[in-house]
């Protein structure tokens, strides 16, 4: 079987057709039909102008995901065409290219889609997996959320390939985007803050140095700048740090808000929001515990 072949489930809009065509705000919400298309089915609906999004169980929201065959990411201005189709992900794993309405020659905004091995089963692995890719491609990293829509661009003729994501590096981003973008604190305006990624160093990684050098990361010691491995890093953005306990080398990234780790010394995930959560039970039992007094009747 080839990529062609496979059936993707996700959902598709018939009426909602480029960018609300018919301007109808309802048609973001209803109107969402699931289907299962092949990567060329697929591309005639988009070159038909629907949009598609996640498959639902009702109206489109992130609460009523059910799973996805594919994953997209928008380039929106930030990289050519040319320069995206000789990107080695893109080469290995890309199915479908489009140009959306807004693209002009000056200013190359298009979509890239890639059809899975597998389906993402579960919102918050279907936000991580599309966040490491719209990182590791420099996409737009605001169109990650679970049931994200993406317009159709009527005559834009997509272009199609015979190539999926593969369990292993689907397995991969998945990894690097759990427990990303956390805020430091659970007030909903509070900042972003820098968490351990699950996704770990391998042993044979080279990277490569502000200074342009290409190098073995084991040979590295702590304080060395260098390109993030982990995304799409044009202005070395990452540097090398040393652990508390052991003493172990690893990689923390500005622009990926993470700090990675060698296999062999990645911490166990934990949840960020722990101390939140235990000063939260702490206040709920002392309230429910404390002492009222004795108890005085009325007159």
Not at 24 to 52: C, H, Q
Not at 114 to 120: E, G, M, V
Not at 175 to 198: E, K, M, Y
């Amino acid at each position: 079987m080839t990529a062609l072949t496979r059936k993707l489930r996700l959902s598709i809009n018939p009426h909602l057709i480029d960018k609300n065509e018919a301007n109808d705000a309802l048609l973001f919400k209803s109107g969402w039909v699931n289907e299962a298309l092949t990567p060329l089915e697929l591309a005639d609906r988009i070159n038909a102008g629907a949009a598609y999004c996640c498959e639902l169980s009702g109206t489109r929201r992130a609460m009523n995901f059910v799973c996805s065959d594919v994953i997209s990411v928008d380039i929106d201005g930030t990289r050519r065409i040319p320069d995206v189709l000789a990107d080695p992900i893109v080469q290995k794993y890309l199915t479908i290219l489009y140009t959306t309405p807004s693209h002009t020659e000056d200013v190359h905004r298009f979509r890239l889609v890639f059809a899975l091995s597998r389906s993402i089963q579960t919102a918050r692995e279907m936000v991580a997996a599309t966040r490491s890719l719209s990182l590791r491609l420099s996409g737009d990293r605001s169109a990650t959320d679970a049931a994200r829509l993406f317009y159709g661009s009527r005559g834009s003729n997509p272009q199609v390939f015979d190539r999926a994501i593969d369990e292993a590096f689907l397995d991969e981003l998945i990894a690097q985007g759990l427990d990303a973008d956390q805020r430091d604190s659970i007030a909903p305006n509070s900042s972003l803050a820098s968490t351990v990624s699950r996704l770990s160093i391998p042993a044979d990684l080279v990277v490569r140095t502000s200074t342009g050098r290409t190098v073995s990361f084991a040979s590295l010691g702590a304080g060395t700048s260098l390109h993030c491995p982990h995304h799409s890093d044009a202005n070395a953005s990452a540097h090398t740090v040393r652990s508390q306990q052991g003493g172990v080398i690893g990689i923390h990234c500005s622009t990926c808000a993470q700090t990675f780790w060698p296999s062999s010394s990645s911490p166990v995930a934990y949840d960020f929001f722990d101390f939140d959560k235990r000063v939260a039970e702490a206040k709920q039992y002392f309230e429910a515990n404390r002492d009222m007094g004795s108890f005085l009747p009325d007159g």
